[in-house]
């Protein structure tokens, strides 16, 4: 089945402690991404990736880190938490990052951060 | 710059009644627009995208959404509502990134 997952899908940690938010696609996708979700605001980009080893800042990168070794995966990467990164995270991909491509989502993340 | 507006936080409908889901954008070239929908403890669904071509789009579960460029809009419709429709709906438009609006909770009473 053709589906971009995320893992953990819930997470409760303290300020400061470093953490992981793994992402993964099997469709060969070249474009990833990652996105916030909070009410009001929709969701919006944090950082996105066009290729393996190409990755750049979206609206809202402070505090957030991603690399992408390999094409599959896209780790989302918080160095020292803070509470104001209490949300919902959603990875996704995409064939290309043309505009006309859709994306596909994982089932998010929920963090919070106390 | 580009950008969507969902201009109503809510929608309430009852069963059976024709849904709508309001969407306006403002883009500076064409625009790619789509609908995603979340159900609770989901993620997101896509459900249609207009590229270009026929200003009436039919997506998943009987979706349908219609492109309208002098009114700039692309409003979401649903002939028949279900109590299973109920979600949250997001507007997006994709231009050199995808760009979403703040969302509208739909409520299908039965």
Request: hydrophobic share 30%; charged share 20%; glycine share 8%.
């Amino acid at each position: 089945e053709a589906q971009v997952t995320q893992n953990p899908r819930y997470l409760i940690t303290v300020t400061g402690k470093k953490l992981t938010v793994t992402c993964s696609q099997n469709m060969n996708h070249e474009y990833m991404s990652w996105y916030r979700q909070d009410p009001g605001l929709g969701l919006r980009q944090i950082y996105y990736s066009m290729n393996v080893e190409v990755t750049d800042k979206g609206d809202v990168p402070e505090g957030y880190k991603v690399s992408r070794k390999e094409k599959r995966n896209f780790p989302l990467i918080l160095e020292s938490p803070s509470p104001n990164q209490t949300s919902l995270y959603f990875c996704a991909s995409g064939r290309t990052s043309g505009s006309g491509e859709t994306q596909y989502f994982g089932p998010g993340t929920r963090l919070l951060v106390l | 710059a580009q950008s969507v507006a969902q201009p109503e936080d809510q929608v309430n409908v009852a069963e059976g009644n024709p849904l709508t889901v309001k969407c306006t954008y403002s883009v500076s070239g064409n625009p790619y627009l789509f609908w995603y929908v979340q159900y609770p403890n989901r993620g997101l669904q896509f459900l249609l995208k207009y590229i270009t071509g026929d200003n009436l789009v039919k997506g998943s579960y009987g979706f349908e959404a219609e492109f309208n460029k002098s009114q700039t809009s692309f409003h979401l419709k649903k002939p028949s509502a279900l109590v299973s429709d109920s979600a949250l709906y997001f507007c997006a438009c994709n231009d050199y990134k995808l760009s979403f609006g703040a969302g509208t909770t739909v409520t299908v009473r039965a």
